[in-house]
T-cell receptor
Framework: NAGVTQTPKFRVLKTGQSMTLLCAQDMNHEYMYWYRQDPGMGLRLIHYSVGEGTTAKGEVPDGYNVSRLKKQNFLLGLESAAPSQTSVYFC??????????????FGPGTRLTVT | EDQVTQSPEALRLQEGESSSLNCSYTVSGLRGLFWYRQDPGKGPEFLFTLYSAGEEKEKERLKATLTKKESFLHITAPKPEDSATYLCAVPPGDSGYALNFGKGTSLLVTP
């Protein structure tokens, strides 16, 4: 099993450009999440999904959109990148069972720089 | 407001020198406390879940304990491969799906 994979691993964007980050999991997990991790700020939830076709906002959703068209994939989009979106982005997934949903499996991350 | 505070921010140990990391939390209605390990350039890796005060979990040289206000991650006779950032997290007091993560303790174990 590959677990949770993310593409790309690194990306540099110019302000105003758009991009999509792809997350895939092969563990048949119901729940999927997108976090960003910044120095001194810790991990913060951007958006999450509790099932195919459903998404919801997390703590810091502004400037991002997501889609979950297939159970195994969760896409994070930046429509018009800003320097404040320079960060490391992590995707995670988990079971939907009560208590187990917080045992999250993380991908390796995408390091994004916006200039 | 739900809060998770970890201390110290950084810790340097010699190989074999045991110590503890602290995670203090404030949340109404604890629904579990979670410890993760993060290696440089990688995503966090789940370690333990603790649900009630007095509970303990062990994995190799790590033992996690929980009280009503804080959790400790005890590292016994650490090795250099234990070097990593250790994160603790709690679910919010409401029924939300997010985990509130602490900022982590960066542990360096030198030979």
């Amino acid at each position: 099993n590959a677990g949770v994979t993310q593409t790309p691993k690194f990306r540099v964007l110019k302000t105003g450009q758009s991009m999509t980050l792809l997350c895939a999991q092969d563990m048949n997990h119901e729940y999927m999440y997108w976090y960003r991790q910044d120095p001194g700020m810790g991990l913060r939830l951007i958006h999450y999904s509790v099932g195919e076709g459903t998404t919801a906002k997390g703590e810091v959703p502004d400037g991002y959109n997501v889609s979950r068209l297939k159970k195994q994939n969760f896409l994070l989009g930046l429509e018009s990148a800003a320097p404040s979106q320079t960060s490391v982005y992590f995707c995670a997934s988990s079971y939907s069972l009560t208590g187990r949903s917080y045992e999250q499996y993380f991908g390796p991350g995408t390091r994004l720089t916006v200039t | 407001e739900d809060q998770v505070t970890q201390s110290p921010e950084a810790l340097r140990l010699q190989e074999g020198e045991s110590s503890s990391l602290n995670c203090s939390y404030t949340v109404s209605g604890l629904r579990g406390l979670f410890w993760y390990r993060q290696d440089p350039g990688k995503g966090p890796e789940f370690l333990f879940t603790l649900y009630s005060a007095g509970e303990e979990k062990e994995k190799e040289r790590l033992k996690a304990t929980l009280t009503k206000k804080e959790s400790f991650l005890h590292i016994t006779a650490p090795k250099p491969e234990d070097s990593a950032t250790y994160l603790c997290a709690v679910p919010p007091g409401d029924s939300g799906y997010a985990l509130n993560f602490g900022k982590g303790t960066s542990l360096l174990v030198t030979p």
